[in-house]
């Protein structure tokens, strides 16, 4: 079984600021990461990935993310906030044998003040 | 990158009639495609997954015969909600796998039901 935890419901920041959406993850096997953004009433758009290689991933419009095996975490970054980044992100784990059906975690609303 | 086109974006239809969604991905073929349902301030909840050419593999609790998926070529699939009611007003998205397969979805632009 595979899961995906993101403890917050809500992250609040101030533009210019970084931000931190946090995620753990739990799963047998290797895992494939990925974080996905949703704005309102859209799909999801992909942002980035860890598959292997590298621990920090960096992604689309400016975000990054740290796979940090140990703490079995995926955190989602980045180093000045934007009010445009306000949206729902969702975090998502799937097994390398398995790819395609991830399980998502429950979102987190980022909301960026100006 | 890929592109997947999602219709229609809203629909309201009345209690009892039927309802097809489809979603297309327009630059690359689509052996798999996805179909989930999501609740306001809520996760996804994947509904069932789609392969071209057989049936689709439905999760847990989702009625087969409610949610009537076809996938009937590389780049379409069609999710038909039949005699809909209240309770199925949702939103609706599709994602799908590219051919590279390294597991990142690529998703519709979601689909709006209400029913009266």
């Known amino acids: 079984a595979q899961s995906v935890a993101q403890p917050e419901d809500q992250v609040n920041v101030a533009e210019g600021n970084p931000l931190t959406v946090k995620c753990t993850y739990s799963?047998?096997?290797?895992?494939?990461l990925f974080w996905y953004v949703q704005y309102p009433n859209r799909g999801l758009q992909f942002l980035l990935k860890?598959?292997?290689?590298?621990?920090l991933v960096k992604g689309s419009y400016g975000f990054e993310a740290e796979f940090n095996k140990s703490q079995t975490s995926f955190h989602l970054k980045k180093p000045s906030a934007l009010v445009s980044d306000s949206a729902l992100y969702f975090c998502?784990?799937?097994?390398?044998?398995?790819?395609?059906?991830?399980?998502f975690g429950d979102g987190t609303t980022l909301t960026v003040k100006p | 990158g890929a592109v997947v086109s999602q219709h229609p974006s809203w629909v309201i239809c009345k209690s009892g009639t039927s309802v097809k969604i489809e979603c297309r991905s327009l630059d690359f073929q689509a052996t798999t495609m996805f179909w989930y349902r999501q609740f306001p301030k809520q996760s996804l909840m994947l509904m069932a997954t789609s392969n071209e050419g057989s049936k689709a593999t439905y999760e847990q609790g989702v009625e087969k015969d409610k949610f009537l998926i076809n996938h009937a070529s590389l780049t379409l699939s069609t999710l038909t909600v039949t005699s809909a009611h209240p309770e199925d007003s949702s939103f609706y998205i599709c994602?799908?796998?590219?051919?590279?397969?390294?597991?990142?979805?690529?998703f519709g632009e979601g689909s709006r039901l209400t029913v009266l």
């Open positions: 799963v047998s096997g290797n895992p494939y």
């Open positions: 994602s799908a796998l590219t051919s590279g397969n390294t597991g990142e979805l690529f």
């Open positions: 860890y598959i292997t290689g590298d621990n």
């Open positions: 998502a784990v799937t097994l390398n044998t398995n790819a395609g059906k991830s399980t």
